[in-house]
């Protein structure tokens, strides 16, 4: 790919041209050779959207309600594209079948984006293709990119740790009531929504994430607003959307927004620095066929691994 | 540390010193210069113990399972090294707790060593530390190493895939029915426990798991065995072992060890390659000052971190 097709593409991309954007996620995804230099054009583009994490478990009713928020920043003519990620499916058929049965929510509106992710390769890497994809997003025109992610692990927090806002979303009596939710997810929620609150139990969640919030306080002195919200109906999700922006608004205030977003990107570049190593190494220096060879002798016990590494990263270096 | 003060480690962690081989994992979990060194120097002497992976989700009883499988092998004086793993722990505090707790239930017996691991770095690196622990555990010459991880998500798949045996732990009328269980853990089980199997629904978790199998051969053809236990009673323990051993035997007599060894291996170098290229960049080539400048200038746009990575990587290969 010649960099007049690089241009090109950016271009379209430039123009929210939805299959100029899907291909760049393709690309992404994938890790091709053209994606980085797609994205040291893209780069540019990007920073004006606002980019919201959401996590919550299984069945909180993530996607309602992450398709209403949608819907409430397009009243306002606002563009907005969608990442939904599940670290834990191993295959994206299910997901791109979602993604049809959501995109028929919104057809003929061409400012909502919808695209899923659920592959991962071997030990990590999501976190970083979905921080890419959501520039891709931004540098398209997007004006707000939600991130939506599965779950309360270490991976979902490591992919949503990488937005401005982050919403965790909690439903009554299922049995992940606050006393059961990892230190983690506490300590990363800006705004908690407590989804499916015409159900009982709304109130015990509330208590107990008060309760939770007067034994530690955060580091930067916010108070994570709670929202009561019953996505089905619609209901509660302007009250989300004010909530967001008033957390946007302490960012700014408290100069926090610069803060997050430094720390945000030592982050990702470590990861960056990890990813490329590894793939340029493996380009240049490690054939599929010596990989193969070295780990037979390793396995029979002819080579010790760790003088094994050293030799290979020295030979890599000379290069 | 000198060669010959790592020898001295060598020898104490190969008598079995306590000390010495908790202060190698540590070595290992903190990954200092030196826990590279002596993996050089231990791995020549591993390679003898059999490693069995445990997963499960939380509240399936997993430790006592563990613990009862420990004096099983006990009985027949084998030595047994315990990896407590849990990824979505942020904090050890608690689980060196629970290690005491643990110990306690085998105080004065030196022929078991129990070590837990919460914490994890940003993105990765769990699963190769976890690897490394049970290298040093080998070479200690414990006899056996029970590798017990929480949860079913891909960091429990990608520790659990690197035993030689994985031992998947499900309980009747937990919500974790086979239903709901994602394809991964399917795949990764060569066994299935079903722990609390005097509670009601057993039969149902069997007959699931059973229609499961039906739908999905193993490439290897190996049936997976299924054992009803009752771990707070020690029963089905025997049996567990028995089923173990009967994969133990599938694995020499296909052929198949000397394959699974050499995929894991695959693995776990290019794992390692990833950890020590960023390692050795970040010592060399990348001070935590000038990744704050970096992270700065990219957070303020003035530097596209596509470029900027290429750059910091050609710098380092110059050195």
């Known amino acids: 790919m010649t960099n007049a097709d690089i241009k090109t593409w950016v271009e379209r991309i430039r123009a929210g041209d939805v299959r100029a954007v899907a291909r760049a996620i393709s690309a ?3 890790s091709t050779t053209e994606s980085t230099e797609l994205l040291k054009a893209l780069f540019p583009l990007s920073g004006k959207a606002r980019v919201i994490g959401l996590t919550g478990a299984p069945g909180a009713g993530k996607s309602t309600l992450v398709d209403q928020l949608a819907r409430e ?3 306002s003519e606002k563009t907005v594209g969608i990442v939904a990620v599940d670290p834990t499916s191993p295959y994206t058929g299910g997901a791109i079948l979602g993604d049809r049965i959501r995109m028929q929510a919104h057809h003929a509106d061409t400012g909502i984006y919808i695209r899923s ?3 991962r390769g071997f030990l990590g890497g999501l976190a970083r ?3 890419d994809v959501a520039t891709a997003l931004d540098a398209s025109g997007k004006d707000v990119v939600l991130v939506e992610t599965v779950g309360v692990g270490q991976d979902e927090i490591d992919i949503v740790r990488l937005a401005e806002v982050t919403v965790v979303i909690l439903v009554p009596g299922m049995g992940d009531d606050v006393q059961s939710i990892k230190a983690g997810i506490m300590e990363i929620a800006d705004i908690f929504v407590i989804n499916k609150s015409d159900r009982d139990g709304a109130d015990n969640v509330e208590k107990e994430i008060r309760m939770m919030q ?6 930067d002195a916010w108070m994570p607003s709670i929202v009561r919200t019953v996505a089905t109906d619609g209901k509660g999700i ?3 959307a004010a909530a967001i922006e008033e957390y946007e608004k302490h960012l700014d205030k408290s100069g926090l927004r610069q803060k997050k977003n430094v720390n945000s990107w030592r982050e990702r570049l470590v990861e960056m620095l990890r990813e490329s190593l590894l ?4 380009r240049e220096s ?5 990989l193969n060879g070295y780990a037979t002798e390793v396995a029979e016990h002819r080579r010790d691994p760790y003088t094994l590494v050293d030799e290979i990263i020295a030979n890599f270096r000379k290069k």
Chains 1, 2 share one sequence.
Do not use: F, G, V
């Open 28 to 30: 992404i995804e994938d």
């Open 286 to 290: 490690l054939s599929e066929e010596q």
């Open 73 to 75: 920043y397009r009243k």
């Open 129 to 131: 293709t979905t921080a």
């Open 117 to 119: 992710m659920a592959t």
């Open 279 to 282: 793939q340029k190494l493996t």
């Open 238 to 240: 302007p009250e989300l």
């Open 214 to 219: 007067s034994l530690a306080m955060r580091k």
